[in-house]
C-alpha cells in the first residue's frame, strides 16, 4: 500500500513539474509578445498621425468634416468594444488585423497634436510617457501586493474623469481643465501598474502558445496600448498649456 502512494504522489509530482516547465517556457514568450505588439501598435499610430498631419489636404478633411471626424471617433469605440466583447469568437489574425486598424484611426484622430503643439514639447512628453509608463508596468509586474482594489477605484475615478471632461468641453475652464488633466494622469499611471499585474497573472494561466493565450496577449497589449496612450495625451496637455 505504501509502495503504491509513493509511485501515485511520483506521479503527481511528475505531472506538477511538468506543468510548471509548461508554464515557465510559455509565459516569457507571451510577455513578449504583448509588448511587441503594443509597440508595433504606437508606431503605427505614430506614422499615421505624422503621416495625415503632413497632409494638409487630409487634416483639413477630417477636423473640418464633423461627419468624418465622429465617424472615425465612433468607429475607434466600435472596434475596442468589439474586439474586446468577440475575442473568443475572432481569429487571432482576424483580431490582430482590427488591432492594426484601431491604430491607424487612432492616428489619423491624434494628427491634431503636431498641429498644435512643437515637435520638441511632443518629444519631451513622449520620453516621460515612456518612462512613467516603464516604471509603473514593472511595479506592477513585480509587486507582492494585489492591486485588484485599484481597479475598481480607478474604474469610478475614470468614468468621472470621462463626464468631467464631456462638462468643461461646454464650461472652457482652465482651472478645471488643469485639474482633469492632474487626475487623468494620476488615473492612467494608476491603472497601468493594474493592467501590468492582471496581464501578468492572466498568461501565468496558459499552458501553451495555442491561439487562446495569443488572444489574452493580443488583448494585454491593447489594454497598455491605451493606458499609454491616454497617458501621453494627459501628459501633453499639462506640458504644452502655453500652446
Known sequence: MRDYEEKEYDAWGAMSTDREFALSAAFPALMRKVYVWMTLALAITALTAYGVASTPALLTAIYTSKFLFWGLIIAELGLVFYVSARIQRLSLSTATLLFILYSIINGATLAFIFALYSTSIIVQTFVVTAGTFGAMAVYGYFT??????????????????????????????????????????????????????????????????????????LMGALSLYLDFINLFLYLLRLFGRDR
Open 144 to 217: 507582492k501586493k494585489d492591486l485588484t482594489s485599484w481597479g475598481r477605484l480607478l474604474l469610478m475615478a475614470l468614468i468621472g474623469l470621462i463626464i468631467a471632461g464631456v462638462v468643461n468641453i461646454f464650461l472652457h475652464n482652465s482651472t478645471m481643465d488643469l485639474i482633469i488633466s492632474g487626475i487623468g494622469v494620476l488615473v492612467f499611471v494608476g491603472l497601468t501598474a493594474y493592467d501590468s499585474q492582471k496581464i501578468k497573472q492572466m498568461l501565468l494561466m496558459q499552458e501553451d502558445m495555442g491561439e487562446t493565450a495569443q488572444k489574452v496577449a
